[in-house]
Nanobody
Framework: QVQLVESGGGLVQPGGSLKLSCVDSRRTFSNNGVGWFRQAPGKEREFVAGVNWNGGDTAYADSVKGRFTISRDRIRNTVSLQMDSLKPEDTAVYYC?????????????????WGQGTQVTVSS
C-alpha cells in the first residue's frame, strides 16, 4: 500500500521559494500519477500540480503556472514541487496524493492515497 510523507513546508516571505517533497516510504507509487493539492482555511481543497507515472507529462493550476514546477525521481521514489515567486495567497496546507491511474487527474476524488500535509505560509 502507498504511504506518502511530505516535507519542506515552512514560513517564507513573498517572492521567496520553497521546495516540497513527497516520498512513498513503501516504494509502491512508481506506476501512479501523483498530484499536489492545497487547502487554505475556509476553502475547498484544490489541485495545484500533477505528474504522470513516468514524469513525461505535467499539469498545473492556472494560479501557479510559471511559478511552480513539479517533477518526479522514480529511482528515489520522490515527487517534488518547486515553488518560486510565492505569494500570500499560496498560503495553505499542501498535500501530495497518488492516483489510482497512471495519468494525471485534477480531481481529488480520483486520488486514493494521501499524505498528512505540510504547512506553507507566505507572509512578511
Amino acid at each position: 500500500q502507498v504511504q506518502l510523507v511530505e516535507s519542506g513546508g515552512g514560513l517564507v516571505q513573498p517572492g521567496g521559494s520553497l521546495k516540497l517533497s513527497c516520498v512513498d516510504s513503501r516504494r509502491t507509487f512508481s506506476n501512479n500519477g501523483v498530484g499536489w493539492f492545497r487547502q487554505a482555511p475556509g476553502k475547498e481543497r484544490e489541485f495545484v500540480a500533477g505528474v504522470n507515472w513516468n514524469g513525461g507529462d505535467t499539469a498545473y493550476a492556472d494560479s501557479v503556472k510559471g511559478r511552480f514546477t513539479i517533477s518526479r525521481d522514480r529511482i528515489r521514489n520522490t515527487v517534488s514541487l518547486q515553488m518560486d515567486s510565492l505569494k500570500p495567497e499560496d498560503t495553505a496546507v499542501y498535500y501530495c496524493a497518488a492516483a489510482l491511474r497512471a495519468s494525471i487527474s485534477r480531481t481529488n476524488t480520483e486520488y486514493r492515497y494521501w499524505g498528512q500535509g505540510t504547512q506553507v505560509t507566505v507572509s512578511s
